[in-house]
């Protein structure tokens, strides 16, 4: 790798994908309950836990392997207390692990290599499942190879055979299970299908593996039609009659090797019935298996035996969104890991005994399921653009699609809002005893006065609480066991069981700034004294004999929290106004000694002691001073806390506003809140430091809140509103709003005031002719008629997200491409939507296709007229005025015209389809399906296009977006991303008229453009767009994936960073381990090896890594572990969020 | 003619173990159907790329991969019956 190349980015993931792998359920953690471990596409393990009280899913935490897996299956050693977790990835490796919840990871137990790498045809890992009495595991690949492993345990330690096969030359594997048989010989089962003669055939193979002997053999085959695709075995042993139930098109066989095979009828709806996705609930004496068509129809099926099966019985259960795994918790829970769209959790009412079992059936709202909890996902995206810093993207399949705006930010929810007589300035909750377990007073401070509010069923005002108020306070504590103290500009008044002491400062001097912990209170008056009390065994108020006198006016002051079991904070932070933030000693034996200065930016507003986890698991904790500045800089330096030494100082830039500090508990972690023009939130994500704004008013002061009803939420001021709210998820910290659509959107358009979305769907027979409730579809999906198009245009309000207008295509009208185009002869912008008639897929045929011109209206759009093509155009841009169109291999521009479209100039190039096109002056970049990008210039003197530079490598664009005149960003199906640039000579030959010579070179353009950085995502990138994610950060790539996936490019910007950033990558190549045993860099360079791109979520792993490991990589590079990782952080900041 | 022999069987056995090992004699359809069957492994294994052909299609993504899968028994049709 180059490392001075002229483009060097830097990849972050902002969203990981959200579509599923696998999803598994066990008891991963030992403890009582169940999990579930979901893999995400690229590689991510998350565990979530189901909290069966309150119905809500919950991550635990999340895991990036860098790798892609490929299935996951749990296992149980006999006599063991939790499941173990086997993984195959494109590692080429077979991969045990168990959960650490103390370090919130996944550790590997084993690694066993058993095929090459990446995802092929004959490389098993395709399929993996596990004996259910966790002795063996086998795995195959969708061609020949099936291998097994015997699982065992030695002591405490996991161990696992060599592979055993089972290959069988020229058959293909479509679907793999493990038979249940009790404590017998291990069986497994594969539908398979020998392609080898003519006809084929489908059969349920058996393959048992002989502990005794140690070998595997085929026991069983038993023949099935060629339309099965899906097993599911059932409980044996003790529990049921064993054997496997296999599933065609609308019918069901149970299959033994020792029994006759029953066949069964499947309920059909308006289609044929495919099972996709079943689930075998057991009770204490019985099963069934809830089963699901490619619908999302449920089908309960029960098994009726006495020495052998006899009868198979199935009902129609419910409808939910189609599944790639279907999981149900012993406490009565259903969660549904869907295919595309938010994961839904579902609670059992009943079990639908009664329902007919009749061979048709219609749909019908949930019965036996309640939904309880959504968790929202993006999969799929289809497109979608920037809008300043929110992402837009088209998301969804089908009837449950939608428009999703991701802004960034955390969602609150408002609890209680109440009005105020004025605007508050400072809030503080407090207890009235040590031993209270909730806040009882909430005090208001205003401009002149002081309210003090009870907390209690009803939030009333309290008028004996002893508090003066008739000033603005600057402190309230709980000091000691029952005391409470209330600090004001005139002194301190100290309650003790209702007795009232007061300390005032000397005559004409004021209290400027105060700060207290429960055992201390430190005072800054304003002649520049600090003033320094604690509090004896009596709750009494004792005043330190010396007072210290600071150079200038002390502005902002923290004591810090006090730690568990100790008696008080030993650190006093003072901020002064020469722009200086002090830490003094308050320990007794140095009191008021200046520990140390740093010169800050400008004056501080704010400030807090706050000791933060370095990781998420909280295990340890670093001290910080964490300043809001007057000129709205959010400033965290390190404190040590011993010798009370600043260092490392990170900046971030909240808003235009003096910043006010607070404190939190969010999820079980302290968090720092910090207010400006927005308020934000500091808490620690995996290891890295993040501030998130909320998105909620921009408060003026807050604080945290506990009370009966509200345990963990915060109250906040703003104007005249008092609020109480809680965060809901720390996790989510994009919020997303969305507007549903009627079809798989296909494309999205930005024009002046709103967003113009097509949609298209395949198959489905559009229900929109009159008026019609889309909630019915959005919960069934459409009924299914091959060959029939759904397809509508939607216009969309930018700023209010609301649909202004519909217009649904008739005649078997589907819509692929749309275009905002302003055409300068008529100073007047259109849209202009491609639309194809009877469009088949595979073959790509159409009876008819069109250009519709439609009139932009105030949020309406008015049909002008309609243009025939001889094919459907799949790419459109506005060029010089007019309209540019890419229909098959032609570039084609069209004029404005009374009755149609006019047919200005046409050529034609040396390309299959093009996709996506861009301008920019009179140069063209062409997308094509198959042959990557060309770059053509316009020629007006010959009316024609012409194609001057291409690529070296066959891609099949994706999506693809100018970077600047000369380079382009684009993505391909197999999920690369790529930046190509035209070169500088060949550029400017093609912007002269005569420069190019039109020799063709090697049976393409005259030129060839240079590759500049390659990486590799593991999703097909859907758009790209340009823009910062952040107030005054860097502009990047936003690029979005078909999974769901979500991240930016950045640039690097020096040299100097680049050298540092592939250093340090390097090193985390080789110090950071995928726990599936994949090589980043083999990840990355998937099918072209990587270029010019820098890993960042590998980067900040560092964050994960031992001490040890981080001090020899910090080494390496000659610099500091600290450095390091504020190099890192800084990265982060500039570029995202 | 021995050796000519035991070259046959060791190919024989190669191809065995190694699908889609080919030589001269290596017929135009057996090497299309070998690609293609390498190509459709492919969309049904990749995650991502089985996702984009399912939401093109409508179709429930586990059909979308059965029906992948389905093409790889025969990618390119039939055996042409024997000319000769």
Known sequence: ???????????????????????????????????????????????????????????????????????????????????????????????????????????????????????????????????????????????????????????????????????????????????????????????????????????????????????????????????????????????????????????????????????????????????????????????????????????????????????????YFDTIPVCKSLIVLK????????????????????????????????????????????????????????????????????????????????????????????????????????????????????????????????????????????????????????????????????????????????????????????YQIAIALSNREIVYFEIDEADNLNEYNERAEMVSSVTAMSLGDVAPGKLRSSLLAIGCDDQTLRIVSVDPTSTMEMLSVQVLASNPANLRLLALPDTEAAVSFTLYAHVGLETGVYVRTTVDELTGQLSDSRTYFLGPKPVTLSTAVVNGHVTIMAFSTRAWMGHVVGSTFKLTPLVYHALADGCAFSSEDCPLGMVGVHGTALTIFTMVNAHDDLNITSVPLRYTPRAIVEGPKSFYVIGADHGVRSPYQEGVDPETYRAFGYERKPGSWGSCLEVIDSETLETTDTVELQHNLAAFSACHCHFKLHQEAFLIVAVSQNQTLAPNSSSASFLYTYKLRDGKVEFLHSTELEAIPLAMAEFQGRLLVGMKDTLRVYEMGQKQLLRKTSSRLNVTQIVKLATQGMRVIVGDVRQSVTFCVYRPRENAFVAFADDTIAR????????????????????????????????????????????????????????????????????????????????????????????????????????????????????????????????????????????????????VLPGSVKAKIANSLDRSVKEVERKVSEMRTRAAF | MADKVREQRQYDHLKARHIGLGNADTTKLEWMSNVHRDTYASFAGNAALCLYYSVAMNESLSLTRTRFIEKMIQPCGPKPTEEE
Request: proline share 5%; glycine share 8%; aromatic share 8%.
């Open chain 1, 956 to 1103: 099949n664009t994706t999506a693809m977006t100018m970077l600047d005149y000369d380079t382009v960003i684009g993505g391909d199906k197999f999920g690369n991303v790529w930046v190509v640039r035209c070169p500088e000579t060949t550029s400017r030959l093609s912007d002269d008229e005569h420069g190019l010579v039109d020799t063709a070179f090697l049976a393409g353009a005259p030129h060839r453009v240079n590759a500049l950085c390659h990486f590799h995502l593991q999703d097909v990138p859907t758009s790209f767009s340009r823009g910062a994610m952040t107030m005054g950060g860097l502009e990047t790539v936003v690029y979005t994936g078909i999974q769901g996936l979500v991240g930016v490019l950045a640039p690097i910007a020096t040299k100097h960073d680049v050298a540092f950033f592939t250093k340090l990558e390097t090193a985390m190549r080789e110090n950071f381990e995928s726990i599936t045993g994949r090589e980043h860099l083999i990840f990355r360079g998937y099918y072209v090896p990587v270029k010019g791109v820098v890993d960042g979520d590998l980067v900040e792993m560092y964050g």
């Open chain 1, 1 to 315: 790798m180059s490392l001075d190349p002229s483009l060097f980015l830097y990849n972050l993931t902002l969203l990981p994908p959200t579509a599923a792998v696998a999803a598994i359920v066990g008891q991963f953690l030992g403890q009582k309950h169940q999990e579930i471990i979901v893999a995400r596409s690229p590689g991510v393990l998350e565990l979530w836990k189901p909290d069966h009280h309150t119905g809500k899913m919950e991550r635990v935490f999340r895991h990036n392997t860098f790798a892609t897996i490929r299935a996951l299956a749990s296992f149980r050693l006999a006599g063991a207390t939790r499941e173990h977790i086997a993984v195959t990835s494109d590692s080429g490796h077979m991969t045990l692990l168990e959960c650490d919840l103390k370090h919130q990871t996944f550790t590997q137990l084993r690694l066993e290599p058993y095929g090459k790498t990446g995802i092929r045809r004959l490389t098993p890992g395709e399929y993996l499942v596990a004996d259910p009495k966790g002795r063996a595991l086998m795995t195959a690949a969708i061609e020949k190879n099936k291998l097994v492993y015997v699982v065992n345990r030695n002591g405490d330690e996991v161990t696992i055979s060599s592979p055993l096969e089972a290959n069988r030359a020229k058959i293909l594997t479509f679907a793999l299970c493990a038979v249940d048989v009790g404590y017998e010989n291990p069986l497994f089962a594969a539908l398979e299908c020998e392609y080898d003669h003519e006809p084929s055939s489908y059969s349920v193979t058996f393959y048992e593996l002989d502990l005794g002997l140690n070998h595997v053999l085929k026991k069983f085959s038993a023949p099935v039609d060629a339309s099965f695709n899906y097993l599911v075995s059932i409980p044996g042993g003790s529990d049921g009659p064993s054997g496997v139930l296999a599933f065609g098109k609308n019918s069901v066989q149970y299959i033994h090797p020792n029994n006759p095979t029953i066949s069964a009828v499947l309920p059909q709806r308006d289609s044929d019935t495919y099972v996709v996705a079943a689930v075998v609930p057991k009770m204490k004496n019985e099963f069934f298996v809830l089963v699901q068509s490619q619908l999302g129809d449920l089908f309960k099926l029960t098994v009726e035996y006495a020495d052998s099966v006899t009868a198979l019985t199935i009902r």
């Open chain 1, 331 to 518: 406490r009565g829970f259903l969660y549904a890991e869907t295919e595309t769209g938010a994961k839904h959790f579902y609670q059992f009412e009943k079990l639908g005994d009664e329902a007919s079992t009749s061979p048709t059936f219609h749909p019908k709202p949930l019965d036996n399921l309640a939904l309880v909890d959504v968790i929202e996902a993006l999969n799929p995206i289809t497109g979608a653009l920037l809008k300043g810093s929110d992402i837009v993207a088209l998301c969804g399949q089908s009837a449950r699609s939608a428009v999703k705006k991701l802004t960034h930010g955390l969602e609150v929810s408002e609890l209680v809002s109440s009005n105020l007589p004025e605007a508050a300035q400072r809030v503080w909750t407090t207890k009235l005893a040590r031993v209270d377990e909730y806040d009882k007073y909430l005090v208001l401070s205003f401009a002149a006065s002081t309210l003090v509010l009870s907390i209690g069923e009803t939030v009333e005002e309290v008028a004996d609480s002893g508090f003066l108020l008739t000033s603005p306070t600057l402190a309230v504590q709980q000091l000691g066991e029952r005391a409470l103290v209330q600090i004001h500009e005139h002194g301190i008044r100290h309650l003790k069981h209702g007795n009232l002491t007061e300390w005032f400062p000397p005559a004409g001097v004021r209290i400027a700034v105060a700060t207290t912990t429960p």
